[in-house]
Every structure is written in C-alpha cells, then in structure tokens.
C-alpha cells in the first residue's frame, strides 16, 4: 500500500492494521531464525510498511497537511 491509502484510513483502523503487520512481522521473524521464511523480502516490506502507518499517524497527530507530488 502507499501512504495516500493510509491517510485516509481512520486511526483505530491504522492502530489495526498496525498489530496484524507486528503479528506477522514476529511469525517471520521466528521462521527466520529456525530457516523455514520462504519469502524473506516480505520482512522488509512489513517493516516499511508500518513505517508508513507511523508516518500517516504522526501527520494526522500533528496536523500536518500532505504533500503532493506536482
């Protein structure tokens, strides 16, 4: 997802979205160090992914208008 969808999500549903994405991240995590991760690129993008959700929660916390490109 890019960070104009999450913008427009209300917080309870980022906070939600959030936990799913640690969930998972931690379940990969585990099948990292046992060498079982089948995708292990799909860490990075969780963890990019919430950074996203951080970036779109800090906005909306501080008012912060969103920059578009053009």
Known sequence: MKIEEFRGLKPAELDRKAEELRRERFQL?????????????????????IARIETAR??????????GKG
């Open 29 to 49: 995590r585990i099948q990292q160090q046992v060498g079982q991760v089948e995708k292990p690129s799909r860490l990075r993008e969780i963890r990019k992914t």
């Open 58 to 67: 800090s906005e909306t916390r501080l008012g912060v208008a969103a920059k």
